[in-house]
């Protein structure tokens, strides 16, 4: 079997220690101020932080940008050096991004076997199918089967994403969520409640007014999708908003068999659209 390197985007916001654990690379997208600089979303925690603080006070939101079709060949290029024989992009949502369009377009103009999987997911939902990926790989399947089985289970809903914004003014100026008719919620202290369809799109469902009304907002909707006492994986995804999530990590254990839980931060560029106070979950149903 050819050794596969699967890349992930930085919208991904995978922990750090899974990089080296499940042979990830992370190809990053780009944030842009209003003045014309430019960085990468880098998963490097203490430009994180920064940023968290940065954007907090900024008067204008950045804007961010899907890496270029250039950039995916660079990487496929860096990969292929290295001595891998197939690579398995699994991107963000089509819906909310052009990043998946990029790697499909660099897959095309490349010769080594490139696979592109459109997660329709987002945030700390999409590193789980590629830890899938690695787990699948040891029970001795082929990359094509591996590719195959992730693209159903995508489809099934095995993945879920299930979030509150504490700011959604980041979502409306970034354009990133429909607007709702009474979703505009510039109140003080209202949380708003996102999930992502089988589309890959943003949706708000609810809003609550205070954390501890948006957590279980959370858990209702949670339980709305998966039902009680189902075998679950979990992981926990925020923007300084981290007692938060272990709070709704517990209140998860009540509910359903957790086989699993980490925490991660959110990234440079899921917080531009979403803004600090953020907190969610992805989920892996186990069957």
Known sequence: MGRFKIVLDSTSDVPMGWIE?????IIPLHVTWPDGSQEDDTRDLKEIQSFYDR????????????????????????????????????????????????????????????????TKLASAAMPLPARRARELEKEGKSVSEIVKIIEDELKRGRYK???????????????????????????????????????????????????????????????????EGKKVRLLMVDANERESTKVLLEMLKQHYDVLDAEFTEMGKVITTHVGPGTAGFGMEVVE
């Not at 654990?21 to 690379?25: G, I, M, P, Q, R």
């Not at 954007?55 to 860096?78: C, M, R």
């Open 55 to 118: 954007i907090s006070k900024a008067k204008e939101l950045p804007k961010s940008s899907q890496p270029s079709v250039g950039e995916f060949l660079n990487l496929y290029e860096k990969i292929k050096k290295q001595g891998y024989e197939e690579i398995v992009v699994m991107t963000i949502s089509s819906a909310l991004s052009g990043t998946y369009d990029s790697a499909v377009q660099a897959a095309r103009q490349f010769d080594l076997p490139v696979h592109v999987i459109d």
């Open 21 to 25: 654990k499940f042979d990830l690379e």
């Open 161 to 227: 994403a299930i979030f509150y914004v504490s700011n959604f003014d980041f979502l409306v100026k970034g354009g990133r969520v429909t607007r709702l008719q009474g979703f505009l919620g510039t109140l003080l202290n209202l949380h708003v409640g996102l999930f992502i369809n089988e589309e890959g799109k943003l949706i708000p469902f609810e809003k609550a007014r205070g954390q501890k009304r948006a957590q279980e907002m959370l858990i209702k909707k949670a339980l709305s999708m998966v039902p």
